[in-house]
């Protein structure tokens, strides 16, 4: 075991605060990385307040984590020292469920382990994620990064770029789909992005006016303020796939009559209360309501590759760890253009 040094919350009431803390030596099959940048994922709130309940304290958040590999163990085939590398949301999964076998780890039936908040089965305890200055995990659950694209702003891409990015490539997003994204912030900037390259003709429906420039910028054609029922009305029957990326409570009822029949929408974002829906708004055109939860490890390479190959990354605010607590609250105000990320050197 060596010593590792973070932030952590000590109680859903506490802020963040330094936190020191074992991490396991690198195994056979290990891959160490010192951490250079992590990003910060509005699950992160919700864990470290308790808000999804079923946190345990100490709590070290944070799934969006990039630097560089300084140590492998004797059996890594896949990483050496010196090469860029990401770990995302999960480090391990039991790897022989009918999911885990079909490269969809994040639906392990036998319970998938997340960077953070999870039983370590390795070290004993629960896993600290990535506000910390480095992480050690099996080569398997370890992504390669390119150099071709900023690193910093790539961290997101761990949980903001898959988390958008599988639901479009399983609902067969493409050329010449009429597409729709509900939110700007840091999952529907991204989600813009790429549904824009894959040649989809992009939709942002936001409630705030302000964001259209925005969102024309980042590749949608056309912005919708929600709240104007008129703009609504113009958009029914018309879009083969709506992804809905808002955390907070909002109505679906207002997106659904606009899928065209047998049309698709989405849910990535996580409320903490139910959100209902009225049946008839399903029935009439088959329409439907789905769910998706980041995605395999396959799939996140592929992403991140995907990504490098169009230049995509995400828009970023860099931070040092000793605000992170300030970007906690502006990030619930939407004051941020689209995703904190925290630079490690300020742990030093």
């Not at 370890?142 to 770029?161: N, R």
């Not at 040649?199 to 024309?216: H, Q, Y």
């Not at 590759?305 to 990030?331: H, L, W």
């Amino acid at each position: 075991m060596y010593n590792a040094k973070g932030y952590a919350a000590q109680s859903a009431t506490t802020p963040l605060a330094p936190f020191s803390f074992e991490r396991r030596d690198p195994g056979p099959l290990d891959v160490q990385v010192q951490i250079l940048f992590c990003g910060v994922c509005h699950s992160d709130l919700h864990t470290v307040r308790n808000e999804w309940h079923g946190t345990t304290y100490p709590c070290v958040p944070g799934h969006e984590i990039v630097g560089k590999v300084v140590k492998v163990g004797a059996q890594v085939k896949k990483f050496k020292e010196g090469d860029l590398a990401g770990v995302g949301c999960m480090v391990d999964s039991c790897r022989t469920c009918e999911s885990c076998k079909a490269d969809l780890e994040q639906f392990c039936q036998n319970g998938t382990i997340f960077t953070y908040n999870s039983p370590d089965k390795k070290s004993g305890g629960l896993t600290c994620g990535g506000y910390s200055d480095s992480v050690v995990v099996d080569e398997a659950f370890v992504l390669k990064i390119s150099d071709k694209l900023d690193l910093a702003a790539t961290a997101p891409l761990l949980c903001a770029g898959i988390t958008t990015y599988s639901p479009l490539r399983h609902w067969k997003v493409g050329k010449g789909q009429k597409v729709g994204v509900v939110g700007l912030g840091g999952l529907g900037h991204m989600g813009v992005k790429l549904a824009n390259a894959m040649g989809a003709n992009v939709v942002l429906f936001t409630t705030s006016p302000g964001k259209t420039k925005d969102a024309l910028a980042l590749g949608a054609k056309e912005v919708v303020v929600s709240k104007n029922e008129g703009e609504m009305k113009k958009h029914l029957n018309s879009f083969d796939f709506i992804l809905d990326t808002v955390s907070a409570h909002h109505d679906l009822n207002s997106y659904l009559p606009l899928l065209k029949r047998d049309g698709t929408l989405t849910l990535v974002g996580a409320p903490t209360e139910p959100l209902p829906v009225a049946s008839f708004n399903l029935i009439f055109t088959r329409h439907q309501l789905a769910g998706s939860l980041i995605g395999g490890i396959k799939e996140t390479q592929e992403m991140l590759d995907f990504c490098a190959e169009k230049g995509i990354v995400s828009d970023i605010e860099i931070i040092p760890i000793q605000k992170i607590n300030e970007a906690y609250e502006r990030m619930l105000k939407s004051d941020v253009k689209y995703r904190f990320v925290i630079d490690m050197k300020s742990l030093a």
